[in-house]
């Protein structure tokens, strides 16, 4: 399975954007998990899953994917525009949306 690098978006509870700047190269797990049959975890022997690598830039992670001879799917992150809206605008004279209180 081909591996995925991605720009990672940020969580509902983050209000920064912090570790969403950096570019992530995450491995897909070869073989399927299996149930232990004494204790009825989840578990695999595959290690590829696991191991997730962090870059500076998507040029970098692509590098390296080609260099270890991994293949790649590359997901290009949406761009957001900032919202600039105050706490004050909920309440201004010609507000344009119905009051829902």
Same mark, same amino acid.
């Given at each position: ?34 149930? @232990? ?8 022997? @595959? ?21 270890? =001879? ?8 949406? $761009?957001? !525009?900032?919202?600039? !809206?105050?706490?004050? @605008?909920?309440?201004?004279? =010609?507000? $344009? ?5």
């Amino acid at each position: 399975m081909p591996a995925l690098i991605f720009k990672p978006a940020r969580s509902a509870m983050q209000s920064g954007t912090a570790r969403t700047e950096e570019w992530v190269l995450e491995q897909q797990a070869v073989t399927p998990r299996e149930i @232990d049959p004494l204790m009825g975890w989840t578990s695999t022997r @595959d290690m590829a899953g696991e191991v997730t690598l962090t870059f500076a830039t998507k040029e970098e992670a692509i590098a390296y994917a080609e260099r270890n =001879g991994i293949t790649y799917v590359l997901s290009e992150p949406q $761009v957001r !525009k900032p919202v600039r !809206k105050s706490y004050s @605008d909920n309440f201004k004279f =010609g507000r $344009v949306g119905s009051w829902t209180h």
